[in-house]
T-cell receptor, first 114, second 112 residues
């Protein structure tokens, strides 16, 4: 199994540009989520999904959209990039939400918005 | 709002020493507890789950105190490779955003 994969690893955007961060998992996990990690802030939940066709907002959803058309894929779209969205983005998946289930993280995407 | 609090450190510890750090959580209904390890510029990875009776995995011991709402991690005979940030994670019965809360992490530096 490849686990959780994310592309790209690095990205530089100009303010106002849009892009999609890709996330895929091959473990047949129901639960997938996106976090951003900033220095001193820890991991903050952006959006999550408890199954195909179901998504919901986390703690910091503004400026981001998600969709979950398949169990495997959970892309994160930046609608109009802003410097405040400069961060490291992690996608994660687990068998179920909550409970005693391990979260598996992707390697991250380092995004810089200029 | 549910919170998980950790001392951010850094904890500077000589190689071979024992180090311990705690994490407190505010939601008494929390059900599952974990320690994750995150190396610099890498993704978090599960270090160990924390069970009510306490559990040990090699040099690592985790304990849960439900009455005082904290979990602890003890590292014995610390190695240079233990240098990392340790994240406390707490989950409830609920799914989604309510199901998982991360602490901001404790930074550990093992010095030769």
């Amino acid at each position: 199994n490849a686990g959780v994969t994310q592309t790209p690893k690095f990205q530089v955007l100009k303010t106002g540009q849009s892009m999609t961060l890709q996330c895929a998992q091959d473990m047949n996990h129901e639960y997938m989520s996106w976090y951003r990690q900033d220095p001193g802030m820890g991991l903050r939940l952006i959006h999550y999904s408890v199954g195909a066709g179901i998504t919901d907002q986390g703690e910091v959803p503004n400026g981001y959209n998600v969709s979950r058309s398949t169990t495997e894929d959970f892309p994160l779209r930046l609608l109009s990039a802003a410097p405040s969205q400069t961060s490291v983005y992690f996608c994660a998946s687990s068998y179920r939400a909550g409970g005693p289930y391990e979260q598996y993280f992707g390697p991250g995407t380092r995004l810089t918005v200029t | 709002r549910k919170e998980v609090e950790q001392d951010p450190g850094p904890f500077n510890v000589p190689e071979g020493a024992t180090v311990a750090f705690n994490c407190t959580y505010s939601n008494s209904a929390s059900q599952s507890f974990f320690w994750y390890r995150q190396d610099c510029r890498k993704e978090p990875k599960l270090l160990m789950s924390v069970y009510s009776s306490g559990n040990e995995d090699g040099r690592f011991t985790a304990q849960l105190n439900r009455a005082s709402q904290y979990i602890s991690l003890l590292i014995r005979d610390s190695k240079l490779s233990d240098s990392a940030t340790y994240l406390c994670v707490v989950t409830g019965l609920g799914g989604g955003a309510d199901g998982l809360t991360f602490g901001k992490g404790t930074h550990l530096i093992i010095q030769p």
